[in-house]
């Protein structure tokens, strides 16, 4: 690329980088209605036995960490003492014997994945037992794919073997930067074992699909510094990079606002960190997953890119047959159905007192329409596959034909400028995103997207982050 061709594409990076949701579900979670009637849950929870996918993906929400990283945007919490830890734990098999009673037991579990939080500060002991009660009473399928999210100061051998021999075959390291001043500045502890020897242990032990996750946009960093974080993980060769950048939300998570006495990356330095990064794992050979992961060409999630069924769901990127409708568990968890959404309390206190008097968590929903179940298509398509056959994707039932043309007349009007700057195109009647779209691949969905305008209370950017 040349000296000229580069600025071009910097300037128009910059010029359509804007505040719109991660959309990591369709609706957004400020969509949900707060205190919905518990019987429509119920009947969401019912419904989806026979209506969507079989498979049961299974998501446990851990919220404590060890320390508070100024750049978290997760529910969660620190200090808390032993006791009241292993009481929560303890308070989500109950949760899973009360979500017991809505589920048709013969229907396969495909994913289980422990996010937070910090999934593995918590006891192993408890973490044994509630997978003992999980596959206890649900048809583990033998390909399921059992994941959890590390922090990597924690981490150790033995708790490695521990992880593997309970059944856990995937790990997510968060990494986020090898700078010590970088660490420093959020802070954050550096890994207990280097990446590389970390990664090789783990593969050694038979995990796959291991992860290690990076965070540009972070005070203290620079393109010079952050490459050499690239080299060394690229020297570590995980089977996959997660490369986001940092949200920066201090209206929403007030932590954040302590960053802001350091020197951070700005706009430019930024969209220029992302994009040598992104450049960099293709040269070594990975392949670019949707718009911010990368994974080997042999991983599955490159083959499930390649044959058109990558899926994203709140976990992040996966195999549209290991994801299944996701089933949520713990505060403030989110489960993702075919036919809605619901999320738990997200205060822990709220969360348990439902659980112990015998009622589902639950703190706010959604109900799709077909409308919202053709838009969802449309999006996840585009954040995935990176194209999208629109005509296709309308051909839900219910649909009426005045909004199906005055939606489809919307959108190429907001798309004609994206056209227009090599953005997108049009190919074997599908819409592509070329590859200097992909890093806008957020902004283009919207286009898609009939509530971008209208996304409740304030404005776009106080309530999202930034495409880049």
Same mark, same amino acid.
């Given at each position: 690329?040349?000296?000229?061709?580069?600025?071009?594409?910097?300037?128009?990076?910059? *010029?359509?980088?804007?505040?719109?949701?991660?959309?990591?579900?369709?609706?957004?979670?400020?969509?949900?209605?707060?205190?919905?009637?518990?019987?429509?849950?119920?009947?969401?929870?019912?419904?989806?036995?026979?209506?969507?996918?079989?498979? %049961?993906?299974?998501?446990?929400?851990?919220?404590?960490?060890?320390?508070?990283?100024?750049?978290?945007?997760?529910?969660?919490?620190?200090?808390?003492?032993?006791?009241?830890?292993?009481?929560?734990?303890?308070?989500?098999?109950?949760?899973?014997?009360?979500?017991?009673?809505?589920?048709?037991?013969?229907?396969?579990?495909?994913? %289980?994945?422990?996010?937070?939080?910090?999934?593995?500060? +918590?006891?192993?002991?408890?973490? @044994?037992?509630?997978?003992?009660? %999980?596959?206890?009473?649900?048809?583990?399928?033998?390909?399921?794919?059992?994941?959890?999210?590390?922090?990597?100061?924690?981490?150790?051998?033995?708790?490695? @073997?521990?992880?593997?021999?309970?059944? =856990?075959?995937?790990?997510?390291?968060? %990494?986020?930067? +090898?700078?010590?001043?970088?660490?420093?500045? +959020?802070?954050?502890?550096?890994?207990?074992?280097? !990446?590389?020897?970390?990664?090789?242990?783990?593969?050694?032990?038979?995990?796959?699909?291991?992860?290690?996750?990076?965070?540009?946009?972070?005070? =203290?960093?620079?393109?010079?510094?952050?490459? &050499?974080?690239?080299?060394?993980?690229?020297?570590?060769?995980?089977?996959?990079?997660?490369?986001?950048?940092?949200?920066?939300?201090?209206?929403? &998570?007030?932590?954040?606002?302590?960053?802001? *006495? =350091?020197?951070?990356?700005?706009?430019?330095?930024?969209?220029?960190?992302?994009?040598?990064?992104?450049?960099?794992?293709?040269? !070594?050979?990975?392949?670019?997953?949707?718009?911010?992961?990368?994974?080997?060409?042999?991983?599955?999630?490159?083959? !499930?890119?390649?044959?058109?069924?990558?899926?994203?769901?709140?976990?992040?990127?996966?195999?549209?047959?290991?994801?299944?409708?996701?089933?949520?568990?713990?505060?403030?968890?989110?489960?993702?159905l075919h036919q809605g959404y619901f999320q738990n309390e997200k205060e822990i206190a709220r969360y348990e007192a439902k659980v112990n008097e015998?009622?589902?968590?639950?703190?706010?929903?959604?109900?799709?329409?077909?409308?919202?179940?053709?838009?969802? &298509?449309?999006?996840?398509?585009?954040?995935?596959?990176?194209?999208?056959?629109?005509?296709?994707?309308?051909?839900?039932?219910?649909?009426?034909?005045?909004?199906?043309?005055?939606?489809?007349?919307?959108?190429?009007?907001?798309?004609?400028?994206?056209?227009?700057?090599?953005?997108?195109?049009?190919?074997?009647?599908?819409? #592509?995103?070329?590859?200097?779209?992909?890093?806008?691949?957020?902004? #283009?969905?919207?286009?898609?997207?009939?509530r971008a305008a209208s996304s409740g209370p304030g404005t776009l950017e106080t309530r999202y982050s930034r495409a880049i």
């Amino acid at each position: 690329m040349t000296i000229t061709e580069e600025k071009t594409l910097e300037q128009l990076l910059l *010029k359509y980088d804007g505040a719109v949701p991660r959309y990591t579900s369709y609706p957004p979670a400020n969509f949900f209605t707060e205190d919905p009637a518990v019987a429509d849950c119920e009947e969401l929870l019912r419904t989806s036995n026979h209506v969507g996918p079989r498979n %049961i993906s299974l998501y446990i929400h851990i919220p404590f960490c060890a320390r508070r990283c100024l750049f978290c945007g997760c529910h969660t919490e620190t200090g808390r003492p032993g006791v009241f830890i292993r009481q929560y734990l303890e308070m989500l098999q109950k949760e899973f014997r009360l979500l017991l009673s809505y589920l048709d037991r013969s229907r396969p579990v495909t994913q %289980i994945h422990f996010g937070g939080g910090t999934p593995n500060f +918590v006891p192993f002991a408890n973490l @044994e037992e509630l997978m003992k009660c %999980i596959t206890g009473e649900l048809h583990l399928d033998p390909s399921a794919e059992i994941a959890m999210e590390c922090d990597p100061s924690l981490i150790s051998l033995p708790r490695l @073997e521990e992880l593997r021999r309970v059944g =856990f075959n995937r790990l997510s390291f968060g %990494i986020q930067d +090898v700078n010590p001043q970088v660490l420093g500045a +959020v802070d954050r502890r550096p890994s207990r074992i280097a !990446a590389e020897e970390l990664v090789h242990i783990c593969r050694s032990l038979g995990f796959t699909g291991i992860n290690l996750d990076l965070i540009y946009g972070l005070p =203290f960093q620079t393109r010079e510094s952050f490459q &050499k974080t690239v080299d060394a993980i690229i020297e570590a060769d995980p089977d996959r990079v997660s490369l986001f950048p940092y949200a920066h939300v201090p209206w929403v &998570k007030g932590h954040q606002a302590a960053l802001q *006495k =350091f020197p951070m990356p700005d706009s430019m330095d930024r969209l220029r960190i992302g994009a040598e990064s992104r450049e960099a794992f293709l040269r !070594a050979g990975y392949d670019a997953i949707g718009m911010d992961h990368f994974s080997k060409p042999d991983d599955a999630l490159a083959i !499930a890119q390649r044959e058109g069924h990558l899926h994203r769901n709140f976990q992040g990127y996966c195999s549209a047959t290991n994801a299944g409708q996701v089933y949520a568990l713990g505060a403030s968890g989110i489960s993702q159905l075919h036919q809605g959404y619901f999320q738990n309390e997200k205060e822990i206190a709220r969360y348990e007192a439902k659980v112990n008097e015998g009622k589902l968590p639950i703190h706010n929903a959604y109900r799709m329409t077909p409308v919202d179940i053709s838009v969802r &298509k449309i999006i996840n398509s585009l954040l995935c596959q990176g194209k999208v056959d629109v005509e296709r994707a309308l051909s839900e039932p219910g649909l009426e034909l005045p909004w199906k043309f005055s939606y489809q007349m919307n959108s190429r009007r907001q798309l004609a400028s994206y056209a227009q700057d090599g953005l997108v195109r049009e190919e074997n009647g599908m819409l #592509v995103l070329t590859d200097t779209g992909r890093p806008l691949a957020r902004m #283009v969905a919207s286009a898609f997207d009939p509530r971008a305008a209208s996304s409740g209370p304030g404005t776009l950017e106080t309530r999202y982050s930034r495409a880049i």
